[in-house]
């Protein structure tokens, strides 16, 4: 989209533009942007009101019904830190005394919308002229553009010396080709200038990669990784007084419904769950016991397993394999839990034939250690029947070896 194109949308017929858009959006595309040509609307405002109105309709599931009030770009959407992950880095910076925020990259302005929201000051500074213009549009919708402005402008010239905070954001993906960035040399403001930001103003937070190398969190850093349902969804650097452990995990959950049917995931529903330590510890090995603990993957990536063990009273059966095992079922948000029944080392002519003798028609399949493809192991297992079972897939001792789970009853 260009600049004027998001004034046209702007304007009194581009919001009508866009209502009508909301109403065919989700639908054919072709037959939805014929009814907005039929409305007599101008070819191209048309199309960026029906781009749009799929964009809030993706976002939906990121920010809730803020989405539908916000400009965004399918890039800008794809980065954009979710709505409960930016409202809780928002309060813990408030609670941290934080009063005015430099959001440095700050793309679509997700976080300093939340941060806003929290009553802090925020001054954003986006180098793309239209994200910027975005930025400052979500701002104005949302009804805050008293406490968020924005700044067109290179991050790395912005006077920090202005705020008692900072968030960076660095790009991760080269522009125009939306293709990842592996080297953190290469970020947009560069690494460099991001980890010197806590030596300017002490109370910095980084927002990182999910899988950056440990080697890379700054001394004195609290590196946190965050998981939502289950899914991990970023990892952050929280420098000077912010820091409150080495390693942190943090594991979101949403809450249970109304009808009381459990999360898919099998997990605890509900609430915000910490786990700290310092990520250089090592759960003891033993054998295969009755349950087994799926470690959420942000406990994973945080290398807390041994703290989660240590809460578990669970052991590893091989050191380099992420499930830990116990005598008896503890409830936890840090991790599923399943119940052993069958322990066999892999073979399929056995494993088809327990599953056959079991009327298992159905299984999930989950695997750490393993090389074997889920998908195909699924077809050549030919099941049939009306039971249903969990098959995980490791190494115990360096021998491929199957679990046949079920949920603890």
């Known amino acids: 989209m260009d600049p004027d194109l998001l004034a046209a949308l702007r304007t009194p017929e581009g919001s009508a533009a866009l209502d009508a858009a909301a109403r065919v959006a989700g639908g054919d595309p072709l037959t939805a942007a014929s009814a907005l040509r039929s409305a007599g609307l101008p070819p191209g ?8 109105a799929e964009l809030r309709r993706r976002a939906a599931g990121k920010f809730g019904p803020a989405a539908a009030g916000m400009f ?25 005394g934080v009063r005015t925020l430099a959001d440095l990259g700050c ?18 500074v986006e180098a793309d002229p239209v994200t910027a213009a975005m930025a400052a549009a979500n701002a104005e919708a949302a009804g805050l553009a008293g406490l968020f402005t924005v700044e067109c402008a290179d991050a790395t010239a912005f006077d920090v010396g202005r705020v008692d905070g900072v968030f960076c954001d660095p790009a991760r993906r080269r522009a125009g080709t939306g293709k990842r960035i592996f080297d953190p040399n290469a970020y947009s403001p560069p690494w460099d200038f991001v980890v010197g930001l806590a030596e300017r103003v002490p109370r910095t937070v980084v927002k990182v990669a999910p899988g950056i190398d440990h080697a890379l969190v700054p001394a004195g850093a609290e590196a946190e990784w965050v998981s939502v349902d289950g899914d991990l969804v970023e990892a952050a650097l929280w420098c000077g007084p912010l820091a409150e452990a080495p390693r942190r995990a943090t594991v979101l959950r949403a809450p249970a419904d109304t009808s009381g049917t459990p999360h898919p995931s099998g997990r605890p529903t509900g609430g915000c769950h910490r786990l700290t330590g310092s990520g250089g510890a090592e759960a003891p090995v033993g054998p295969i016991r009755r349950f087994l603990y799926d470690p959420d993957p942000a406990v994973v990536r945080a290398h807390l397993v041994a703290e989660l063990a240590d809460a578990l009273g669970a052991t590893l059966a091989d050191p380099s394999i992420a499930y830990l095992y116990a005598d008896a079922p503890t409830p936890t948000p840090f991790a599923r839990c399943l119940e052993v029944t069958d322990v066999l080392p892999f073979s399929l002519k056995r494993l088809r034939a327990l599953l056959r003798e079991r009327r298992v028609g159905r299984v999930e399949i989950l695997k750490r250690g393993s090389a074997l493809e889920p998908e195909r192991l699924r077809r050549d297992l030919r099941l049939a029947g009306d039971e249903a079972a969990s098959l995980v897939l490791t190494r115990v001792a360096g021998a491929p070896t199957t679990l046949v789970c079920r949920p603890p009853g």
Request: aromatic share 2%; proline share 0%.
């Open 72 to 96: 965004l770009t399918r890039a800008g959407l794809e980065q954009a830190t979710r709505g409960v992950v930016a409202a809780r880095r928002a309060d813990r910076l408030r609670a941290a």
């Open 107 to 124: 793309g679509l302005g997700a976080d300093a919308l939340a941060a806003a929201r929290a009553g802090i000051r925020v001054y954003g």
């Open 45 to 52: 405002l048309a199309a960026a009101a029906l781009t749009q």
